[in-house]
């Protein structure tokens, strides 16, 4: 079964107001096993709103929308539903009295504008709304032999999703007979390239692939999304078994986590599972790394702490190394902080090379991993977009720590 999201607003189109309602509704419709193919977002116009409306009613089975049923001049959902179908407005004498109730315990008058509310397409029903104004509409249409069931909701999300799980949802249950559900898993990767790590994976993210497999990168992490669909949720996890071994089978230690897992998130976890604690030194600007360790551990059990060398200068004054190289200096910087923390491992990072440079060669940025009784050296390229630069580079040298654990007893 077929389904799209449509949100109303010039809120949204304009960008002033961003739609986590179309996030939540389209997760909610994959728990039942229905299959969103479209999200539509479109402005308080009502010529747009017509044309969207039709063009869903013939290209899926279910519609959730969501904004639009308000009093005002620029609440046109009603309005647009009734233009799309060739209905009449008529007054639900219910929804009317629920709205004069509601007025009245909250001691107000109601406005006449307010009456537009209790009106739905003739031949739709009513979703009742317990604690707002605005009821939704729940409406059949026929389309070339095709049926498609329609759901207004508000656009305020505690009403709509309150709506959702007293109505809407237990409506489709049974519209579908909850005979599938969608269930998803994702893989967390960091170290290579997405188009080398694809080529790795034996036809895994081949199209028509049951389980699905998507990919996405977000600052150098790559996703590996699992999608399964069976009749509950347990066959869902069950079916995906093959496809994430084979996925470690394929990447090995390129795999660092699952579902919200980020780099940190494990090194901490690792960290406390072999009570181990770290201190970090960073050059130049930044505190990345020390912020996030310190969002992952706020009480300090795995997270000492960390220093932040503004200017280059300063890693060399602080250790007395003025003649030494960039290795030595990023090197006795871990040892040093290490020792100055007393902490099991420490972490040196930098400085950053100036990515505003235009030159044909990359910079390279430096890392140390004071480690028992060595330092670990490691350089890495420091080209690419500017916005994933200093993430990508913290999580290089959150991935060194985190190999190195993973070789070490």
């Known amino acids: 079964m077929r389904a799209e999201v449509i949100a109303i607003g010039d809120e949204l189109t304009s960008g002033q107001r961003l739609d986590t309602n179309s996030q939540w509704l389209s997760q909610r419709l994959g728990e039942l096993g229905i299959h969103v193919l479209y999200h539509t977002t479109v402005g308080d116009d009502m010529a747009a709103n017509v044309g969207v409306f039709q063009q869903a009613f013939r290209r899926v089975q279910i519609v959730i929308c969501t904004g639009g049923l308000g009093p005002t001049a620029d609440d046109l959902t009603r309005h647009a539903l009734a233009e799309a ?34 009106k739905i397409p003739a031949g739709s029903r009513v979703i009742p709304n317990p604690h707002g104004s605005a009821p939704g509409i729940d409406l059949e249409m026929e389309h070339d032999d095709e049926h498609c069931r329609l759901f207004a909701l ?8 309150e709506m959702w799980e007293q109505t809407v949802a237990p409506c489709l249950q049974r ?19 997405e188009s080398d790590l694809e080529q790795m994976l034996p036809d895994l993210i081949r199209r028509g692939r049951q389980p699905s497999v998507g990919i996405t990168v977000s600052k150098a992490t790559i996703t590996l999304r699992i999608f399964a669909s069976g009749p509950d949720e347990a066959a869902c996890f069950q079916s995906m078994v093959p496809t994430i071994e084979t996925m470690h089978e394929c990447l090995g230690d390129l795999i660092f986590g699952e579902e919200d897992d980020e780099l940190q998130h494990v090194v901490v976890r690792m960290l406390r599972g072999r009570r181990e604690t770290l201190s970090v030194v960073e050059c130049g600007p930044g505190g990345l790394l020390s912020e996030w360790l310190s ?14 060398l503004r200017r280059d200068e300063d890693a060399s004054q602080l250790i007395d190394h003025a003649e030494s190289s960039r290795e030595q200096v990023i090197a006795a910087l871990a040892s040093r902080t290490r020792a100055s923390f007393e902490t099991d491992i420490a972490l040196a990072i930098g400085p950053f090379p100036n990515s505003d440079a235009d030159t044909a060669e990359p910079g ?28 990508r580079a913290v999580k290089q040298a959150l991935n060194l720590l985190r190999l190195t654990l993973l070789k070490s007893p």
């Open 85 to 118: 179908t060739g209905r009449e407005l008529v007054l639900d004498e219910d929804s009317l009295n629920h709205i004069r109730n509601l007025f009245a315990r909250r001691k107000r008058d109601m406005p006449e504008r307010n009456i537009v509310q209790a």
């Open 364 to 391: 390279q940025l430096d890392m140390a991993l004071a480690f028992r009784d060595q330092v670990i050296l490691k350089s890495v390229p420091f080209a690419g977009h500017p916005d994933i630069l200093r993430p």
């Open 154 to 161: 508000p656009g305020v999300p505690a009403e709509m999703r």
């Open 175 to 193: 519209l579908t007979g909850a005979r599938r559900v969608i269930r998803h898993r994702r893989i967390k990767c960091f170290g290579i390239g």
């Open 295 to 308: 969002d992952v551990d706020p009480n300090g059990d795995v997270f000492a702490g960390g220093t932040i």
